[in-house]
Every structure is written in structure tokens, then in C-alpha cells.
């Protein structure tokens, strides 16, 4: 049979199509796809680099461009484009096979030529060198894949910008090695991450056949092209391809996705947009497509934080899994909705009392501290019982005077620890006669009842945004499935984290060491908005939730666009006017209302901008108020964690509201709480600003918020 490979601008392209052309675009690669091309007219072109390209007629107007073996039965779609610009693309470009990786590149010559004069010349009066020999021997560049041709030309690269700017011209996948040896990756790594990793889903794949050189080279090439089976899964992919994620796993995804079995619970990691929640999905496929025959349905679970999130996991789940029997397998549901139902199924079903209002927490804290005359603040006293007694499910004032309280400023003797647990005790007391229970402590007893059975509910258990859990949703999660092969994948950003809550994995009875793997290329949002709110953290350093330290180096993207804008204003209303005006300008240049969105910190400003874009004629409306539809998007910026748009504003980041003064602890409460609240303000201002595909416009009235100091005027105070 032939092997049929899709590339993956030959996707893009086609999902800028029309849609008749498109129709047509399927018609004639049906026909591949279903070996019966004998009849098809592949054409050779006049003036083409590489003798296997070939063209085939679509309409009048389109062409395809096929990679034809020359031996064996193999066949890549490479580009659909107009018929003038088929002959120009194939004149300038071709196909050649990666050294190291064995797979394809494709290299544009006459780019690289034109490159490799500008280089020369600026050589002659620039002495810096990005790449040179003493530190990146040609045998070291050489095992990495940079090719003979490549070589002398990268000699040449000053700086990053050069090197930068040679992204479309050099073959990709020796790119991706040059950068991130540039980004401060070393070739160990580089050689482990994308090297190995190509090689090793080429081993994977069971379709590169012997022979067959242009199909193996085809299946080494993961995350670029994609193999397809038959004219259904052509199709398949055709019809969505704006979810090229479905299809084209980066190697570096692939491998942690694909891992036929770990040894234990394993973890990817990796900035915004890399991709973890598309892992996290692939992974929870494979699971469940490889479970035992007698599995019953809903064994995997995928999880996350937050009902929306969980949502749209169960939204992508629909989009990539395609077979019934095996999507039936994945339950996906957030962690504490399962914690409250297996709660409910102990208690006879009766549903559960629930205290969620932090305000409301805040004041019975207020009052019982009144009530014992104690000298704590309720801020205090509320992080005291989240952040130490839930967190090391202490249950005695015993256990509660010898527990470490790590991550708390303020020492506490013996004195005032048994003062705390008097409040405490209240506290609890007073939720236990009112049959009230807060979340945590419904994760706490959910994890005890499973515990208490021995009942191990799920085969696997797959979890996105693992950084914003706390110690007793993790207690839960731990009891839900057995310890062993395959039990925990965790998917999670240290430096997103938003919700304050420190954790050690292995005290928590999960171990990931020796099984971590960290994505370094961002596919949602551009060089320039990335490298901009990665600025914005400089100085923050985030753990690892595992004792060690969390890193961005080599974490780059590989689009580009134009920088975000910052814009101050000295009113509210002034601020409004020039966010009303901006939205228009995205609309007027072809950027639909839905994707657009809008980040505040506090809702009511949102509820004010829906206002004033309405008085505009622009439809709007605040996230998670039940509607959806067109409109531009207005939320919280912890509601925009997990979501992504073309076009997003952050307004209102002013100071005094960024970081919002309500949200972190007083300096003289707690001075170490103090910092991580300020992290967690951080933190969300970052996930609001990496929402972000194309553009990022930041604004404030008054004076900025201190946050904006590394991007507005230099370091932070
Ligand atoms: N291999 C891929 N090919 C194409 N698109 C991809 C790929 N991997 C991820 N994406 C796209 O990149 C965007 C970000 O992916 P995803 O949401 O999984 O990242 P994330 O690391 O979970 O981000 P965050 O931490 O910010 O929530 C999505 O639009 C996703 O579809």
C-alpha cells in the first residue's frame, strides 16, 4: 500500500482555503489516500530543485505539491498554493533528510544563499560570534544534525536576532537544535529532547517500511508531518485543521504522550502555551486505548482545578478521540466535584453543605478570634488552617505543636500554637454543628473514606494545572488509584501558579523523580509577547514542587509579531475610552469579537467595560455568566488561566489593584506570606498576559502597578 504523509503547512494552507476549494483539495488526495493514484496526473514542474517534487492540479487556479519517492510507493503533501506561486516554491526549494534525526527538512536554497552573502558581509566588521568553533566543535554540531551546507553559514550567525531572523530559511529541525543551544540548552539536552526523541518515534512508528526511504524519512519526522492511513483519516484531519495539535505532536510532546509505560507517576512541565494540556489529552488517550479488555468504563480519569477547565478537557477530549469505546474509558471531571461525590455516595447521598464565600470564611475567623480574645488577624488564622492543619492533615493539638510550617513567616512557640488551635478547633466546630463543610476539608474526607475502603476508584489518573492543587486535593488524588505503573501524570507551571499553594510531591506520597520532562517551544503565543511577560517575572523564582528550582531557560516560541503595548491613562473613564477604541481597531482589521478577550483583576471593572463596549454596538459579556456565543470575552485574570485568544487586554493594572492590596497578607502578619502572595499576583498577571496569540495591549490608570516596572522602565523596585 502507499504511504501517504501530510506536512504540516500543507494543513495550514489548506484551512485558509475556501470552502469549495477545499472540497476539491479532498477530492484529489482522497484518491491517495486510497491507493488509486495510478490515475492521477502528478506533473513535473520546469525550473524545480529537487527532481521528486511534483505538482497536481486542484482547480484552474490551485495547485498541490507532492514529494514523490523515487523508488517505493511513498508520497508527502507538501504546500497548496496558487499555480505561479507551485512553480516559484518548487524552483527555490527541496527535500533533504536530516543526519542525525533522519528525517525530512525541507531547506529553501536560494534563501539560504541570499542569507549566507548578508552574513559574510556583515562578518567582515562584526566580530561577535553566536556559534564559534571553540565552543561548538563542528563534530558536536555535526552529531546534532546541523549539516555540512549549514555549518559554515552558522559560523557566520552574531547574535540571537541573526539567528532569529534565519527561521524560515534554515532546515527546522536544525533550527530548533540552534536555538536552543543559543537559549542556553546544552547539547546533552538537545540531544536527549529533539534528537533521541525523533529517532525514537520513527522506531515507533510501525509503518516505515524497509526500503522505503521516503516513508521512513517520513515517520522520523513527527510533529511536521503526519502519516495517514486511509482516505477517513484524511478526512478526519482535513476537517479540523485548526486543531493541528490533534495530529502534530512536537517529538518532545510525543515522547512523554507516547511512553508505552512509566515506572511510577511522571510529570511534564513546561511555560504557558507549550502544549502540557495537549499532552496531558494524548496521554489520557493512550491510557486508555491500551487498557485490559475487561476495563470498565470511566478507569482513566482527567482531571484539573476548576469546573471550566475540566469543561473544555472535556471538550478536546470529543475532538481527539474519535472511537467511542475508547473515549468511554476517560472520565473527566474536576478534582473537587469528584471529592464531593464520593463524599455524598458515603453519607447516603444526601448533598453536602458547602461554605465557599472567602469572605464569608474570613469573618467567622474575625469572630472567633474576638470571641478568645486572640491577638491573630483572620487572614492569618484562615492561611494558618489552609496552609498548615489541612495542608499536614494534622487532626491534633498534639501533632499540631510538633508539625514543621514550612513557608510560614512568623515563628509561633508552643504558647501561641496552642492559642491558634483553640481557633481552630472553633472553627471546626462550629462547621461540624452547622453539617457545613469548606472544599479542602471534603478532599480531606474523601480521601480518608477511600483510604478507609481500600477502594481505588480509577487505573490512571491524569491532571492538568497540577501547580495550583493543594496538599489534601493531592491526598485525594493519591488514594483514587493504586501505587504503581502508569498511576499519576501530572501536567503543571510552576510559575502560573495563582492559587498559593506550596507543595512538596514527595511528601505527598508522589513520586516523579527520574520521570519529569520539560517543553521548551510555546505554540499559542509570539516570541515578542512571550519574552514580554517573561520579563515580568525577573527576580520571581518559583520551586519546582519538588525542591529544586523551576527554569525558563531554552523556553522560547517559534512565531512572531508585533510587541505588546503598554498604555497608561489618568482616569478610568479615559483608560475605558481607549480600550473601547483598541477593540474596534481589532474588529475593523478582521479579528472576530469571540476572540478577543479582556483581563481585569477585579470583576466589577469587567462588568463596567461590558458596559461601555456595548454603548460602543460592540457585543461583549463576563465569562461564566452563563453565556457564550459571539462577544468579546471579560474575565477575571484567574478566570483566563487555561483559555487563549488572537487578541487580549489586561486593564485596570494599576497599582494598589495589581497586586490587589485584599489579596496579600500584610508585610507585619507574615512577612514569608507576605512574598508568596505577592508571587501568586504575579503569577496571575503573567497567565492573563500569555492568553495572548497575536496581540497584548496592557493598560492602567493612575500609576502602573510595581509589576510593570521590568517592562515599562527598567527593573523592578
Ligand atoms: N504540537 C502542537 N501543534 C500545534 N499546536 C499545538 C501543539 N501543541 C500545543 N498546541 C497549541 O498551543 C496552544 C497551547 O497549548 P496548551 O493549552 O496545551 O498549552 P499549556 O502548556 O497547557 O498552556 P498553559 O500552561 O498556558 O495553560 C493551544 O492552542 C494548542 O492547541
Known amino acids: 500500500m502507499a504511504t501517504l504523509g501530510m506536512h504540516r503547512d500543507f494543513l495550514m494552507e489548506f484551512a485558509a482555503l475556501e470552502k469549495p476549494v477545499q472540497k476539491r483539495v479532498f477530492e484529489v488526495f482522497e484518491k491517495f489516500a486510497a491507493a488509486t493514484h495510478a490515475g492521477l496526473h502528478l ?28 523508488s517505493g510507493d511513498s508520497y508527502l503533501l507538501l504546500k497548496v498554493l496558487p499555480h505561479d506561486k507551485a512553480n516559484d516554491w518548487a524552483a527555490k526549494h527541496r527535500a533533504s533528510v536530516n543526519e542525525a534525526t533522519q528525517g525530512i527538512e525541507i531547506r529553501n536554497d536560494v534563501a539560504l544563499e541570499r542569507a549566507t552573502a548578508g552574513l559574510r558581509a556583515l562578518a567582515a566588521d562584526e566580530p561577535s560570534r553566536l556559534f ?100 477517513d483519516e484524511l478526512l478526519e484531519i482535513l476537517q479540523r485543521p485548526f486543531d493541528a495539535w490533534r495530529v502534530f505532536l ?15 507517576s511522571a510529570r511534564v512541565t513546561g511555560g504557558p ?20 479488555s475487561d476495563a470498565p468504563d470511566g478507569c482513566v480519569l482527567l482531571t484539573t482545578y476548576t469546573k471550566d477547565l475540566a469543561a473544555e478537557l472535556q471538550r478536546c477530549v470529543e475532538l ?97 500554637r496552642l492559642q491558634v488551635w483553640r481557633a481552630v478547633s472553633a472553627f471546626e466546630e462550629q462547621l461540624r454543628q452547622a453539617g457545613e463543610w469548606t472544599f479542602l476539608q471534603v478532599c480531606a474526607e474523601a480521601a480518608r473514606v477511600l483510604d478507609g475502603s481500600g477502594e481505588r476508584p480509577f487505573r490512571h489518573v491524569v491532571v492538568d494545572e497540577a501547580q495550583d492543587l493543594h496538599p489534601a486535593q493531592w491526598r485525594f488524588l493519591r488514594a483514587l488509584v493504586g501505587s504503581g505503573a502508569d498511576d499519576l501524570f501530572l501536567a503543571g507551571d510552576t510559575h502560573q501558579r495563582i492559587y498559593g499553594n506550596r507543595v512538596s510531591l514527595r511528601s505527598l506520597g508522589v513520586e516523579v523523580v527520574g520521570r519529569s520532562y520539560r517543553l521548551r517551544v510555546n505554540y499559542r503565543t509570539t516570541q515578542e509577547i512571550l519574552a514580554w511577560s517573561t520579563a515580568l517575572l525577573t527576580g520571581e523564582k518559583p520551586d519546582d514542587m519538588d525542591e529544586g528550582k523551576e527554569t525558563l531557560a531554552g523556553y522560547r ?58 454603548r460602543a454596538g460592540i457585543s461583549a459579556f463576563v465569562l461564566g455568566a452563563g453565556r457564550s456565543g459571539a462577544g468579546v470575552r ?19 493594572v494599576t497599582d494598589g489593584t495589581v497586586p490587589m492590596k485584599s489579596a496579600v497578607t500584610p508585610v507585619d502578619v507574615d512577612a514569608q506570606q507576605h512574598q508568596e502572595d505577592v508571587n501568586s499576583e504575579l503569577s496571575v498577571l503573567f497567565v492573563a498576559c500569555t492568553r495572548a496569540r497575536e496581540a497584548l495591549r496592557v493598560s492602567w490608570h493612575g500609576t502602573p502597578s510595581p509589576f510593570l516596572a521590568p517592562v515599562i522602565s527598567g527593573p523592578r523596585p
Open 320 to 416: 481527539l478521540i474519535t472511537e467511542d469505546a475508547v473515549r468511554a474509558k476517560i472520565r473527566v471531571v474536576n478534582v473537587d466535584a469528584l471529592a464531593n461525590e464520593i463524599v455524598r455516595a458515603d453519607r447516603g447521598g444526601a448533598p453536602l453543605k458547602l461554605v465557599f464565600d472567602q469572605k464569608e470564611i474570613t469573618a467567622r475567623w474575625a469572630r472567633i478570634a474576638r470571641r478568645l480574645n486572640l491577638d491573630f488577624t483572620d487572614v492569618f488564622l484562615d492561611q494558618e488552617w489552609r496552609h498548615v492543619v489541612l495542608a499536614h492533615a494534622v487532626a491534633t493539638p498534639e501533632e499540631y505543636l510538633k508539625v514543621l510550617r514550612t513557608g510560614r513567616g512568623s515563628g509561633l512557640g508552643p504558647l501561641k
Open 273 to 292: 502555551g507549550t502544549g502540557k494540556t495537549v499532552v496531558a489529552l494524548h496521554r489520557a488517550y493512550h491510557l486508555a486505548r491500551h487498557l485490559p
Open 132 to 231: 564559534p568553533a571553540s565552543e561548538y566543535p563542528d563534530k558536536v554540531l555535526r552529531s546534532l544534525g546541523v549539516d555540512e551546507e549549514i555549518l559554515p553559514i552558522i559560523r557566520l550567525v552574531p547574535d540571537e536576532a541573526h539567528l532569529e531572523a534565519l527561521h524560515k530559511v534554515l532546515p527546522e529541525q536544525q533550527y530548533d537544535v540552534l536555538l536552543g543551544l543559543a537559549t542556553g540548552m546544552k547539547p546533552e539536552e538537545i540531544d536527549r529532547e529533539l534528537v533521541q526523541a525523533y529517532a525514537r518515534t520513527a522506531v515507533q512508528s510501525a509503518r516505515a517500511s524497509e526500503g522505503d526511504e521516503l516513508g521512513t524519512a517520513m515517520a522520523r519526522s513527527r510533529g511536521r508531518i503526519a502519516l495517514v492511513s486511509g482516505a
Open 634 to 652: 471579560i474575565g477575571t485574570m484567574h478566570r483566563m488561566k487555561g483559555l487563549e485568544f488572537r487578541c487580549v487586554a489586561v486593564a485596570g
Open 43 to 70: 506533473e513535473k514542474l520546469t525550473h524545480q530543485k529537487d527532481p521528486r517534487l511534483r505538482t497536481i492540479r486542484i482547480t484552474d487556479f490551485w495547485r498541490g505539491i507532492v514529494l514523490k519517492a523515487e
Open 557 to 614: 516560541s517559534t512565531m512572531h509579531g508585533e510587541r505588546p503595548e503598554t498604555t497608561g491613562h489618568a482616569t478610568k473613564p479615559e483608560e475605558m475610552a481607549a480600550l473601547v477604541a483598541q477593540v474596534e481597531k481589532w474588529t475593523a482589521s478582521g479579528v472576530e469579537a469571540e476572540h478577543i478577550g479582556i483581563a481585569v483583576r477585579f470583576i466589577q471593572f469587567g462588568r463596567d467595560i461590558v458596559q461601555a463596549l456595548e
Open 250 to 264: 512536537h517529538p518532545s510532546q510525543y515522547r512523554v504522550a507516547y511512553q508505552e509505560s512509566y515506572a511510577g
